[in-house]
């Protein structure tokens, strides 16, 4: 068959799934017209309109699509194509009540692809599983937290529960829940930071001495130069391409680090400037692209420090000043000869090899470096999610701390975090590793003993389920059971727990995956009024750039028989708790209560309640700008990796030494129509694909050497030294603009390949974005099966029927 008449054979077996390559603007009308159609299938279109106008407004809620800050002088919209695809959602008309459930048992809806289980709508009333009918059945709020006070009263110590959270929840819930776990006696906090920016907080801290970003908003107008490594903001962050395209048209330099050519980073048409989308003109975003294999950018940055220690040893000799700044290393840091004799010592042979950029690409890049006295550093999971994510984060900060670019208007760190709250819910002490002082402080205010033992993450408590030692799963919002790795193995995990428990606003697959006993309880979303005894009450969220600010609901809630995350939290530990000192039901009669416990505990919110009510709250500053380092040494401190540690870990070694076939890397990701595990639809417009997610972007001449063809079905498998046997069936191959060796395809459907034992060395985040896979020619997807998670043919007729 040639090329034409396969794609005509592809099309008219599969329904209206296309690849078309997309040539417009990022943004634009195509982001307008997606939002319309969004809220007209999620029945709201009177609704949604009048909820987005309170999107990110001062009176408004936060948007829960993303952590970008709102720009101080927002206009009417400050709102995004996929904030409105995430609000529409949870603004949905559409409901799972009790009578559903009693007409679907457990099987059946485990047998629904996860875009149907979304599609159901909000959920109205607490359930509990019965197992007798396998169904779920009603049950009674006051009974549900006496079931949960059973179990936990039952376990032989509270390390044998573990209480996740998802970046979703409010400073005031997450504060509550910490409180109550504490108080209840575990540290065990799985969080889906230990999936997201979790190197980026255990790498800051040993660099800079706090875990998060240094700039501002304000630092975007005076940077001269942006560098964007590894995230895809035209899909993730839309709202960060506003400010991108700002520093673009005054002139500044976007440089973006990315395997894949992304829409986004080339071109944007802002939605919000009319004048753009008059005339249909677009701004470019990067002036600069460079396209590393996948994970090579460690390779990469200590390429371009020892460019820049060339450069300044000629400078040196010829009288020249430094190129490093070598005051400001003399007075703050410690650490610089080290990393300078490591960089000496390493071969550009192997710099080139490990990151797959020439070398006049890389000298470049160190040049456009070396240029700019003002350079903002961006980044997302690209950096984040691998083995070497830590020594990735470290390695960001050498550079600019190298150059004196941290405490200095339009330099800094700019990590761009996922969910809206992720950060907040850190900061109010959502961690498994607490520091003395967060927990003396805790003591000190609310009279209890909290544990001193750290407690499980992620990967932890997935291997404690599985080994029975932790018997009860609590969930604050999430879809634990897709988001996380090696899903066969983590979900019969989660199935030997005596209890799971989930809050959510949505049904997803993480609910059906029950331990013996398994509750769900609903909750209020960002959009819906949250009425408690003093009026209606507002919560706080901080965002990635460390502003704290409110956010208050407007719609009338979906249903009378949901709790706020507040109240959910503080009922459960006023039945978990009986003789508990703390005035769990006081706290929900006001949320300003909560808030001034969080100043009580926490320096730095101080006189909370006055300043968060001021229009666009307060900013936490970071102690780094005014060269204030809270490491071990005192100073801020060069961290150092060689090369050969980073890319001859035990699974390189073991993939590169593979022989039965080639062993390529894939990263796992995002497509345009998804947020994290729930899908709005099927399409990744920006990247050409329609109506189909089991896709996998290839190399041409990869797909060449392998003797594939474009729009052939494989099998992805991976390899692990641990010898497990890992696959997923039916991707289709799309050739891409995407390094040699180098694949992509989506979460979570590829989380199956992810080993768990695959993370990093610090942090423990998961490497979903460097999996050693190998192919197998394949056949189209036949059914729905579990390990692969969503049923394309299933879900495409959702779609197509819209
Ligand atoms: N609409 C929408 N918005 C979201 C989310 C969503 O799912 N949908 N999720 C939210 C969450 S929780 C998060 S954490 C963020 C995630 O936002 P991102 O950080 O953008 O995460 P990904 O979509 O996984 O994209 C990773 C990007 O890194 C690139 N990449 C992969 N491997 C490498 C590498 O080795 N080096 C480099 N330099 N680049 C690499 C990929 O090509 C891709 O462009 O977005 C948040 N916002
Ligand atoms: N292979 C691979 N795996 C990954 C990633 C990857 O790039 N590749 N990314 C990782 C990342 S960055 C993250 S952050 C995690 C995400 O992991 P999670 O945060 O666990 O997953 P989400 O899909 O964001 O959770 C969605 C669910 O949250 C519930 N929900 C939504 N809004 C609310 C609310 O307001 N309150 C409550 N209580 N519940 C709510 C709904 O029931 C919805 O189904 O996945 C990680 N997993
Ligand atoms: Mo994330």
Not at 111 to 135: I, M, N
Not at 310 to 332: M, T, Y
Not at 399 to 425: E, F, K, M, Y
Not at 772 to 777: D, E, F, G, K, Q
Request: glycine share 8%; hydrophobic share 35%; with cysteine.
């Amino acid at each position: 068959m040639d090329n034409s008449e396969e794609q005509k054979h592809i099309q008219e077996n599969n329904g209206f799934a296309r690849i078309e390559p997309y040539t417009h603007p990022a943004g634009g009308w195509g982001a307008l017209l997606s939002v319309a159609r969004n809220l007209k299938r999620q029945d709201i279109l009177g609704k949604g309109s009048i909820t987005l106008l309170n999107i990110n407004q001062p009176t408004g809620f936060d948007c829960p699509g993303c952590a970008w800050p709102e720009k101080k002088d927002a206009h009417a919209f400050n709102f995004c194509e996929n904030g409105a695809k995430a609000v529409a959602f949870e603004a949905t008309s559409k409901t799972v009540t009790p009578e559903y459930f009693a007409g679907h048992t457990v099987s059946w809806l485990s047998e629904q692809s996860d875009f149907f289980l979304e599609d159901l709508g909000r959920l109205t009333d607490p359930v509990r599983y019965d197992a007798a009918t396998d169904k779920y059945v009603p049950i009674s709020w006051d009974d549900a937290f006496k079931l949960i006070a059973q179990h936990l009263h039952a376990l032989d110590n509270p390390d044998q529960a573990a209480f996740y959270t998802s970046g979703r929840a409010s400073n005031e819930a997450a504060f509550l829940y910490q409180l109550f776990v504490r108080s209840f006696g575990t540290n065990n906090f799985p969080d889906c930071s230990n999936m997201c920016h979790e190197t980026t907080s255990v790498g800051l801290l040993d660099s800079i001495g706090l875990g998060k970003g240094t700039v501002t908003l304000e630092d975007f107008d005076v940077a001269d130069a942006i560098f964007s490594f590894g995230h895809n903001p035209g899909t993730n962050h839309p709202r960060m391409l506003g400010t991108l395209r700002e520093v673009s048209k005054r002139g500044g330099n976007i440089i973006a680090i990315n395997p894949i050519k992304e829409r986004g980073l080339e071109r944007f048409q802002d939605p919000q400037a009319p004048l753009e989308m008059m005339t249909n003109g677009s701004t470019p975003i990067s002036r600069y692209y460079f396209q590393p294999k996948i994970g090579g950018d460690y390779a990469l940055m200590l390429g371009m420090l020892k460019h820049l220690n060339e450069w300044d040893k000629k400078a040196l000799a010829s009288g020249k000043p430094s190129v490093f700044d070598r005051n400001f290393i003399a007075v703050n840091t410690v650490g610089f000869d080290e990393m300078i004799a490591e960089i000496e010592r390493t071969e550009w042979a192997d710099i080139y090899k490990h990151s797959g950029l020439s070398p006049e690409h890389l000298e470049k890049l160190a040049k456009l470096f070396l240029e700019s006295e003002r350079s903002i550093f961006c980044w997302g999971m690209g950096i984040t999610q691998h083995r070497h994510g830590t020594a990735n984060v470290h390695m960001l900060a050498n550079l600019l701390l190298a150059r004196g670019q941290i405490g200095r208007p339009g330099a800094g760190l700019c990590p761009v975090r996922g969910h809206s709250n992720v950060q907040g819910d850190r900061t109010m002490g959502i961690n498994e590793l607490p520091s003395p002082k967060l927990l003396d402080n805790i003591d000190r205010v609310f009279g209890i003993k909290s544990p001193r033992k750290n407690g499980h993450g992620v990967v932890e408590t997935i291997k404690a389920m599985a080994e029975g030692e932790v018997k009860v799963f609590i969930g604050l919002g999430g879809n634990f059971a897709v988001a996380t790795p090696d899903t066969p193995y983590t979900q019969e995990a989660l199935r030997k727990c005596n209890l799971t428990v989930h809050v959510a606003t949505k049904l997803n697959r993480s609910h059906l995956v029950c331990g013996k006993d398994a509750l769900i309880l609903p909750c209020l979303g960002r959009t819906e009024i949250d009425e408690q005894l003093h009026g209606p009450q507002a919560i706080s969220v901080e965002d990635s750039m460390s502003n704290i600010h409110l956010s208050a609901g407007r719609n009338a809630p979906i249903s009378d028989n949901i709790l706020s995350e507040p109240d959910i939290v503080a009922r459960m530990a006023e039945a978990v708790l009986p003789d508990s000192q703390i005035k769990w039901k006081w706290y929900i009669e006001s949320y300003d209560r909560i808030r001034d416990s969080i100043a009580d505990v926490f320096d730095e919110f101080h006189d909370f309640n006055l300043r968060v009510y001021k229009p666009g709250g307060f900013h936490l500053e970071h102690p780094a700008n005014q060269h204030i380092w809270n490491t071990k040494s005192g100073k801020a401190q060069f961290m150092i990796t060689p090369l050969s540690e980073v890319y001859a870990d035990k699974e390189n070694q073991y993939a590169a030494a593979y022989t039965d076939s080639k062993v390529y890397t894939l990263m796992t990701t995002r497509s345009h129509d998804q947020y994290n595990t729930t899908l709005y639809g099927l399409d990744d417009r920006y990247r050409g694909v329609f109506g189909q997610r089991r896709v996998l972007f290839m190399n041409q001449a990869d797909i060449d050497e392998a003797g594939f063809e474009a729009n052939q079905w494989v099998d992805i498998e991976s390899v692990f030294s641990d010898g497990v046997k890992r696959i997923v069936h039916s991707f289709r191959i799309v050739p891409y603009n995407i390094p040699r060796g180098s694949l992509a395809a989506y979460y979570p459907e590829t989380n199956p390949l992810v080993a768990l034992s695959s993370h990093d060395k610090y942090a423990k985040i998961p490497a979903s974005k460097s999996v050693p896979v190998i192919l197998h020619p394949g056949n189209a997807p036949e059914h729905f099966n579990l390990a692969t998670a969503v049923a394309p043919e299933d879900a495409d007729k959702k779609v197509s029927s819209l």
